[in-house]
C-alpha cells in the first residue's frame, strides 16, 4: 500500500518479539519496495542468520534502483559468508552488472552460472543474453546461449528478438518471430510486439506493420500503451497522417510519451499548428515534449518560434539537455541572426554544454550559418583530435563555399585530403565542385569529377547537377551538356541548371529550346526556372518580347506561380533590352504588391544603357526614396549621371553615398595559372610578380591608346584631380589580372578572367582594345555572365 509509517510500526514490533529470520526478510523486502534502502539495511544489520532470501532481495533491490555497486558488495558478502546463490540471486546480480559496467565480474559470475549447474535455467540464461548484448554486441554469443537453452519462455524470444531490432536485422528478427509463433506454446506479449513494429518501423515496412497490428487487436493488445505509442511512430514513419490522427483518438490510455509522440508525428507532416495544438492539451509536459516542440520548429522552418520557445523552458527552469541545446542552435543558425548566435554560444559555455561534442558541433555549424566564418575558425582549430571530425571538416568546407571564399573552401579541401581528416560524400562534393565553379577552376573540378565517376557518386542527383553548374561556370558548356544528356534521371534542378549555364553564356536561342524540350518532357517548372527563362528573353537573337510577355502574363493560369520581385525585374530588364522603357516602367506602376528596389533597379540600369536620363531621373528618385542600404544602387545612379554628361548630378549622388558611410564592394579579379588562383584588386601591389605586371600594364595601356583606346573616368568613384582618376582606373583589378596571364601564357592562346563585380564600362573597352593588339580571345566572367572579346568585339553586344 506504500505506507512508509505502517512498515515501520510493524518493524517497531517486531523488535519486541524473538529473531525470525522469515519476518525480518519480509520487512526488508517492504523497506526496498517503499525505497527506504538505509531502513533496509538496518533490518539486515540486526539479523544473526540473514539466508539467501534476504541476500537475493537486497542484490535485487539495490540492483533495480541503479545502485549496482552496492549489490555487487552484498553478493561478495554473501559469498563470504558461504551462502550459494540461487537462480533469482544470479539475475539479480547480472542486472546489477549490466547496471553499473562491470562486465569483467559478470564474465566471473557466468563462469559461476556453469560450475554451480545454472545454466539450464531459464530465467539465468535470459539474463547471460542480455548481459552479453550489452558489453559485447556479439549476436553470435547471445544465439549460441539462446540455442542452447533446454527451455525457453517469452522472454527468452523477447530478448533475442529486440536484439536483431536493435542491431537493424529487421528480416532475421521477422523469421524469429513466425518461428516463435509457428511453435504454438508461445503467445507474443506487449513487448513482442512493440519490438517487431519497431522493426516494421525501422526497415519502412508499412504493410507488415499493419497486419502486427491486426495481430495485437486479436491477442487483445489494442488498449496496450506501449504498443499504441509504437504504432504512432511507425504510422509517423510510413507517412499516413489520417492513421496517426485516428490511432491517437481510439488510444484509451495517454502517458506523456503518447503526446510527445503525436507532437513529433504533425510535426513531421508539416501540420505545426496541430502540433502546438497537441502541446498546448497535454495534462503534463517534461523537457521531452518541450524538445519534441522545438525541434519539429526547427524542422519546419519556425527557427524564430522555437528560440522563443527555449527562453520559456529556461524561464520555467526545465531541465536542458543536450538535444535542447542542438535544437535552439540550430534554430538560431536559421534565423541567421549574429547577436543571437553570440548570445546562445556565451550560454552554453557559461552552463557548461561547450565541452559536449554534438553541442559543439552544432554551435560550429551555427557560426558557419551567420557568416560568423572567423569564429567557426577558431572552434576547428582548438576540436579535439579524439573526436571525429571528419562532420566538422564538411561543415567547414560548405561555410567557406556559402560565405563567399571559394578560395578558401579549394585550399581547405587539398589540406583536408592531404591529411586524410575529411571523408567525401555527396555533400562534400556538392560544395566543392560549387567551389570550382565559383572560381572557374576548371581542371580541379575535372578532377572531382573523375573522383566522383570512380567512387559511383555520380549516381547522385546532387552531384551530376553540381557537375553541370560547375562547367557551365568554368566556360564549358560543351561538357556541361554532356553530363546532362548522359543522367539516367533529371529533376527541376537538373534543367535549371543547364538553363542557367546557357543564360551565363548569354545563349537565350539555346534557353529557348530547352525550355521547350522540358515541357515536352513533362517536367513542371519551379519559380526559379521561370525567372531563367524570362531572363534569356534578353539574350535572343530576334526580338521575342511578346513570347516573353505571353509567358510573364501566363505564370499564374498555366503553372500556378505567382510573379515574385525577381521575375518583374527580369520582365523588366528584357523590356529595357529591347527599348520598351516606357512599358518597362508602366509594369512596375501596375504591380500589385510594392515593388522592391531590385525592380527599379533593373529600369534603372536599362536606363543607362539607352542613355534615357528622362525616365531614369523619375527611377533615380524613386530608388533613392526607399533609402536602399546596397551601394551598387548609387553606383548605378551615378554611373546613369555620367553616361549622359550630367557630371554636377552624378557628384551629388557620390557625395551623398560618401555621407552615409556607404562602400562599394571592392573589385577583385583573378586567374587560374599553373592550378593556383592569382586574385588582384584595384592598385594591388601584393602579388610577387608586381613590378613585372605593372610595367606590362604600362606598356599594354600605351599600345591600346595607339589603337584609340579613351580611359573613360566617369567610372572613378573617388574625389580626386582628373590625372588621379587615370591613375585609379587604370589599375583596376580585371586590368591587372589581364595582363598577368598575357605574360604567362603562351601567344594565341586564350586568357580567363573571373570577376566578383559587373565590369566598370572602361575595363569592358579597354578588353576590346587588348584583344586586336593582343591577336588574343579574352574571356571574362563578371556578375552579369560571359564576355568573350575577340578581334575589338564583345559577345555581349555592349549591354551587361
Not at 519486541?16 to 523486502?29: M, W
Not at 547471460?128 to 548484448?133: D, N, Q, T, V
Not at 560550429?364 to 557568416?371: E, F, K, S
Not at 544602387?633 to 551615378?638: A, G, P
Amino acid at each position: 500500500y506504500s505506507d512508509a509509517e505502517l512498515a515501520k510500526a510493524v518493524h517497531a514490533c517486531s523488535l519486541k518479539l524473538q529473531e525470525d529470520t522469515h519476518l525480518g526478510n519480509s520487512i526488508v523486502l517492504a523497506y526496498l519496495k517503499l525505497g527506504l534502502f538505509n531502513h533496509s539495511l538496518n533490518v539486515f544489520a540486526s539479523l544473526s542468520c540473514p539466508n539467501l532470501v534476504t541476500y537475493s532481495s537486497l542484490i535485487s533491490g539495490f540492483a533495480k534502483s541503479n545502485q549496482g555497486s552496492k549489490a555487487i558488495e552484498l553478493f561478495m558478502k554473501m559469498r563470504t559468508e558461504g551462502i550459494e546463490p540461487n537462480e533469482f540471486t544470479f539475475v539479480a546480480i547480472l542486472s546489477a552488472c549490466i547496471r553499473v559496467l562491470e562486465s569483467e565480474f559478470g564474465f566471473q559470475i557466468h563462469g559461476l552460472v556453469v560450475k554451480m549447474g545454472f545454466l539450464d535455467s531459464t530465467f539465468v540464461a535470459n539474463a547471460l543474453m542480455g548481459f552479453y548484448w550489452k558489453f559485447t554486441g556479439n549476436l553470435r554469443l547471445v544465439f549460441k546461449l539462446f540455442d542452447e537453452m533446454p527451455q525457453r519462455d517469452v522472454a527468452s524470444w523477447n530478448t533475442v528478438i529486440s536484439c536483431l531490432v536493435k542491431e537493424g536485422m529487421y528480416e532475421k528478427a521477422f523469421e524469429l518471430f513466425r518461428v516463435m509463433q509457428g511453435i504454438g506454446c508461445f503467445r507474443a506479449d506487449f513487448f513482442t510486439i512493440s519490438s517487431i513494429l519497431s522493426a516494421c518501423e525501422g526497415s519502412n515496412a508499412f504493410m507488415k506493420g499493419k497486419e502486427v497490428h491486426a495481430h495485437a487487436i486479436r491477442i487483445g493488445l489494442e488498449g496496450n500503451l506501449s504498443v499504441n505509442n509504437v504504432l504512432i511512430g511507425l504510422y509517423t514513419q510510413c507517412g499516413r497522417v489520417r492513421d496517426v490522427a485516428v490511432l491517437f483518438e481510439s488510444v484509451p490510455i495517454r502517458d506523456v510519451i503518447t503526446w510527445t509522440q503525436m507532437i513529433t508525428a504533425y510535426m513531421e507532416f508539416g501540420l505545426v499548428d496541430l502540433a502546438v495544438k497537441v502541446f498546448n492539451e497535454m495534462p503534463e509536459k517534461n523537457c521531452i515534449s518541450y524538445n519534441a516542440l522545438m525541434a519539429g520548429f526547427c524542422k519546419n522552418g519556425e527557427g524564430l518560434k522555437a528560440v522563443k520557445l527555449f527562453i520559456e523552458m529556461v524561464e520555467e527552469g526545465l531541465e536542458l539537455t543536450d538535444f535542447s541545446l542542438s535544437s535552439v542552435i540550430k534554430a538560431c543558425a536559421l534565423v541567421m541572426d549574429v547577436k543571437a548566435s553570440e548570445q546562445i554560444q556565451g550560454f552554453c559555455l557559461k552552463f557548461g554544454f561547450g565541452s559536449n561534442v554534438c553541442v559543439e558541433a552544432a554551435l560550429l555549424d551555427m557560426c558557419i550559418r551567420c557568416g560568423r566564418m572567423a569564429d567557426a575558425e577558431k572552434m576547428f582549430r582548438i576540436w579535439p583530435v579524439e573526436h571525429d571530425n571528419s562532420v566538422v571538416c564538411t561543415s567547414m568546407l560548405c561555410g567557406y563555399a556559402r560565405n563567399g571564399q571559394p578560395d578558401e573552401a579549394v585550399l581547405f579541401f587539398l589540406r583536408c585530403r592531404l591529411e586524410g581528416t575529411m571523408d567525401l560524400d555527396e555533400v562534400t562534393l556538392t560544395s566543392i565542385l560549387g567551389a570550382c565553379g565559383t572560381l572557374g577552376f576548371e581542371k580541379m573540378g575535372e578532377q572531382v569529377h573523375c573522383y566522383a565517376l570512380k567512387t559511383g557518386f555520380v549516381t547522385d542527383l546532387g552531384v551530376l547537377n553540381s557537375i553541370i553548374s560547375m562547367y557551365a561556370k568554368c566556360g564549358n558548356m560543351n561538357d556541361a551538356i554532356k553530363v546532362f544528356n548522359i543522367m539516367p534521371v533529371r529533376d527541376v534542378v537538373s534543367w535549371n541548371a543547364l538553363i542557367a549555364g546557357h543564360i551565363l553564356h548569354r545563349q537565350g536561342d539555346e534557353v529557348l529550346a530547352v525550355w521547350s524540350a522540358m515541357e515536352e518532357a513533362g517536367i513542371r517548372p519551379d519559380t526559379i526556372t521561370l525567372f531563367l527563362v524570362l531572363s534569356a528573353y534578353r539574350h535572343t537573337n530576334l526580338d521575342l518580347v511578346d513570347d516573353c510577355r505571353k509567358l510573364f502574363l501566363s505564370m499564374r493560369t498555366d503553372y500556378d506561380i505567382e510573379p515574385t520581385s525577381q521575375h518583374h525585374a527580369s520582365f523588366v530588364s528584357v523590356l529595357g533590352q529591347w527599348g520598351l522603357l516606357e512599358e518597362a516602367e508602366e509594369t512596375i506602376e501596375n504591380m500589385t504588391v510594392e515593388p522592391k528596389a531590385s525592380v527599379w533597379r533593373a529600369l534603372l540600369d536599362s536606363c543607362r544603357i539607352r542613355l534615357n536620363t528622362t525616365i531614369g531621373k523619375r527611377v533615380a528618385k524613386r530608388i533613392l526614396a526607399m533609402k536602399p542600404q546596397d551601394p551598387s544602387t548609387y553606383i548605378l545612379v551615378s554611373n546613369l549621371y555620367s553616361a549622359s554628361g550630367r557630371w554636377h548630378c552624378s557628384e551629388t549622388v557620390r557625395e551623398d553615398m560618401r555621407e552615409k558611410g556607404f562602400r562599394k564592394n571592392p573589385a577583385r579579379s583573378w586567374i587560374i595559372h599553373q592550378n593556383n588562383i592569382h586574385p588582384f584588386y584595384t592598385r594591388d601591389k601584393s602579388h610577387p610578380q608586381t613590378k613585372d605586371i605593372y610595367r606590362g600594364l604600362e606598356i599594354l595601356v600605351m599600345e591600346c591608346q595607339k589603337a584609340g583606346y579613351v580611359p573613360d573616368t566617369s567610372f572613378v568613384l573617388h574625389e580626386v584631380e582628373e590625372h588621379q582618376k587615370k591613375e585609379f582606373l587604370l589599375y583596376h583589378s580585371a586590368k591587372l589580372a589581364a595582363t598577368y596571364g598575357i605574360l604567362m601564357t603562351k601567344h594565341g592562346e586564350p586568357i580567363r578572367i573571373v570577376k566578383n563585380i559587373r565590369m566598370c564600362g572602361d575595363c569592358h573597352t579597354f578588353m576590346k582594345y587588348v584583344s586586336i593588339i593582343t591577336k588574343r580571345e579574352i574571356l571574362v566572367r563578371d556578375a552579369s555572365g560571359f564576355h568573350c572579346f575577340r578581334n575589338g568585339q564583345c559577345c555581349c553586344k555592349d549591354y551587361w
